[in-house]
Structures are given as structure tokens and as C-alpha cells.
Nanobody, 121 residues
Framework: QVQLLESGGGLVQTGGSLRLSCAASGRTFSTYAMVWFRQAPGQERELVAAIDWSGTRTYYSDTVRGRATISRGNAMYLQMNSLKPEDTAVYYC?????????????????WGQGTQVTVSS
């Protein structure tokens, strides 16, 4: 079993930065591919960034590419810069036993509760 807990969300002004963290419990965490999704009110869940188990392969959505960096070590992180009001959403981390970059939400076995990010204009 893997349990995930996000932190680092909050209120930030346009152009600001945030670093989201996803702490994971479970001895096999390091072997799981992981991802950040986000969901804004009334919208579908959107993939933000993904990383494979080794941390060597990453993927970014077009909406955040160049402004976001996903990484992992003892936890998983998402550094978001140049934040825009359209980045406002609840951000979720998720983990899957599958290898590689996994972009389909249904393929993720474990989910955190989410952390709210609000970007004011």
C-alpha cells in the first residue's frame, strides 16, 4: 500500500511561484511512476506533469511546460513558476505500479487528497 499526502498549496499572486510536495509512505514508493493532476471547479481532471520511477523521464502538459519542474527524491515535488490565474485548481499527486510515463488517470492506483492552489490576478 502507498499513502500520499500533498502539501505546499496556497494563495499566490500572478507571476509568483509555489513548490508542491507529495510525501509517500510505503517501502515500494521508489518503484512507482508518479504524476501531478489538477482539477478546477467545473472542469475535468488535467494532467500537469509525470515522472517515471527512476526520475529520469518526465512529461509536462503544454499548459505548464517551461514553467514547471517535476522531481522526486524522498518525496515528489512540483516547482511551479510564473503562475497564472488559470493555474488555480486542486492539485493531486498519484502513483502507479506501471513503468514509464502514464498519462491516463484511471491507470493510477493511489491518490492523495489534494492541495489547493489559488493564483490571484
Amino acid at each position: 500500500q502507498v499513502q500520499l499526502l500533498e502539501s505546499g498549496g496556497g494563495l499566490v499572486q500572478t507571476g509568483g511561484s509555489l513548490r508542491l510536495s507529495c510525501a509517500a509512505s510505503g517501502r515500494t514508493f521508489s518503484t512507482y511512476a508518479m504524476v501531478w493532476f489538477r482539477q478546477a471547479p467545473g472542469q475535468e481532471r488535467e494532467l500537469v506533469a509525470a515522472i517515471d520511477w527512476s526520475g529520469t523521464r518526465t512529461y509536462y502538459s503544454d499548459t505548464v511546460r517551461g514553467r514547471a519542474t517535476i522531481s522526486r527524491g524522498n518525496a515528489m515535488y512540483l516547482q511551479m513558476n510564473s503562475l497564472k490565474p488559470e493555474d488555480t485548481a486542486v492539485y493531486y499527486c498519484a502513483a502507479t505500479r506501471l513503468d514509464g510515463i502514464v498519462v491516463v488517470p484511471g491507470m493510477y492506483n493511489y491518490w492523495g487528497q489534494g492541495t489547493q492552489v489559488t493564483v490571484s490576478s
